[in-house]
């Protein structure tokens, strides 16, 4: 009868659908069971793999959401937690460990943005923003994640430094969305030539050669004014 039993307990043959016996051990996506990883290695995965379309057992909202549970976990961690999660963030992406860039730019995003996490996150994702974001693909996506975050706001003082008139500011904010001008021109209900206009006119105003080098030109002074003015307390801004 003792061989019987040991049919249903057995570290060398047991199913998928149940842990290993004395294995700690985890459910799994799959609905059988897997060695857990912790927090630092699951970020690291999802920096450098992903979680695009999903997978079979788990769709690629499930996976997002977790991921960026994952993220906000890994700062509270430890003390240093911001800056290894920023400081691990500019390492895959610049390191070339990553097919694509998108969940770096996606986690950045995420500790920007000023309701998610701890002001010294904001400030360490800020000041990391130039390496991470190296193209202007990576801008706009950057800028579309702060949008789904509500993180996107105009600074009123910048826009004043800059010059620009009300409806110039609508009209950044709407290129801060990577809206294109017919798109922007059917939620002013303008034309899209007087779209058009504008753009071209902000373009001269600020000196910028594209959409890009006018959002990076907006977004710089923005950036600036939080890093610089966080650090010490003491409210500095750095001169043009």
């Not at 800028?143 to 003082?157: F, I």
Request: proline letters at 5%; one cysteine or more; charged letters at 20%.
């Amino acid at each position: 009868m003792s061989t019987k039993y040991a049919q249903h307990v057995s570290a060398a043959n047991t199913p998928q659908s149940e842990p290993i016996p004395g294995k700690a051990m985890v459910p799994n996506s799959a609905g059988g069971f897997a060695f857990p990883v912790d927090d630092w290695t699951r970020l690291d995965r999802f920096l450098v793999l992903g979680n695009e379309a999903g997978t079979y057992y788990a769709s690629e909202q499930k996976l997002t959401i977790e991921n960026a549970a994952c993220v906000l976990r890994c700062l509270t961690s430890a003390p240093d937690g911001p800056a290894r999660v920023v400081g691990r963030i500019v390492e895959i992406s610049t390191s070339g460990r990553a097919p694509k860039n998108d969940a770096a730019v996606f986690a950045l995003a995420l500790l920007a943005s000023q309701g998610a996490a701890p002001p010294d996150a904001v400030r360490l994702a800020l000041a990391a923003l130039p390496r991470v974001c190296r193209t202007g693909t990576h801008l706009f996506q950057f800028v579309a994640c702060q949008a789904q975050q509500g993180s996107v706001v105009l600074n009123q003082r910048v826009c004043a430094k800059l010059g620009l008139t009300p409806r110039q500011q609508q009209l950044v904010a709407f290129l801060a969305r990577g809206l294109t001008n017919k798109e922007i021109a059917a939620n002013l209900h303008l034309s899209e030539f007087t779209v058009k206009n504008h753009v071209h006119r902000i373009m001269r105003q600020l000196k910028a050669d594209s959409r890009f080098q006018q959002l990076r030109f907006y977004f710089g002074f923005t950036w600036r004014e939080q890093v610089v003015g966080h650090e010490g307390g003491r409210g500095k801004r750095q001169r043009n």
